[in-house]
């Protein structure tokens, strides 16, 4: 799913500008702090969709590993602003802005399935991240990624949460 991810990456320049072309209006416009990511490995660039959520008013934040085995915290962030190594050795924001809690999360994936299915990087940063942001209050979850990236079945385990949309190069549904 890695070299897939690569290829589709190289052979879909537009893929990011076309998804975020597909992304809904409401969605958009109703979101107060959206945390998205720094895309790496062939990950579809979040920030064309990023953008429209910060030009209709929301806040955007990216995660923070502060613990090997802890859940993302997200720190607010504006481009320009500065990045330090996490707990893990990824660039991630600093305090300049605080923390938010975000109402959506765009995460990338490796592979997705029509019924909400994610498979991640194998860290289970995200199961964790969304069991304590869910326990507290709704977080819509977007998986953002190539279309290519569909399988059709995604094997799941107890603790895997499943993903409220995906947007793709090709369009957007949600999980029912």
């Known amino acids: 799913m890695r070299r897939r991810r690569v290829r589709l990456s190289r052979d879909r320049p537009s893929a990011a500008e076309d998804a975020a072309d597909h992304a809904l209006d409401g969605l958009i416009t109703q979101a ?5 990511y720094r895309p790496t490995g062939g990950e579809i660039d979040p920030w064309p969709l990023l953008r429209r959520f ?3 008013g929301a806040r955007l934040a990216l995660p923070v590993v502060t613990a090997a085995d802890a859940p993302l915290s997200f720190r607010v962030w504006q481009e320009g602003d500065p990045l330090a190594p996490d707990a893990l050795g990824l660039l991630a924001p600093t ?3 605080g923390s938010g809690r975000p109402d ?3 995460a990338p994936l490796l592979a997705f399935d029509r019924r909400g299915g994610r498979l991640g990087q194998g860290g289970g940063y995200f199961d964790r991240t969304l069991a304590v942001l869910r326990a507290a209050g709704p977080v819509f979850v977007i998986g ?3 279309a290519g990236q569909e399988i059709e079945s995604v094997p799941l385990e107890p ?3 499943r993903l409220d949309a995906v947007l793709t190069e090709r369009g957007y549904f949600e999980v029912g």
């Not at 107060?32 to 998205?36: E, H, K, S, W």
């Open 95 to 97: 305090e300049l802005r």
């Open 144 to 146: 953002l990624a190539f």
């Open 159 to 161: 603790h895997d949460r």
């Open 32 to 36: 107060r702090i959206v945390a998205g």
């Open 104 to 106: 959506v999360i765009v």
């Open 54 to 56: 910060e030009a209709a």
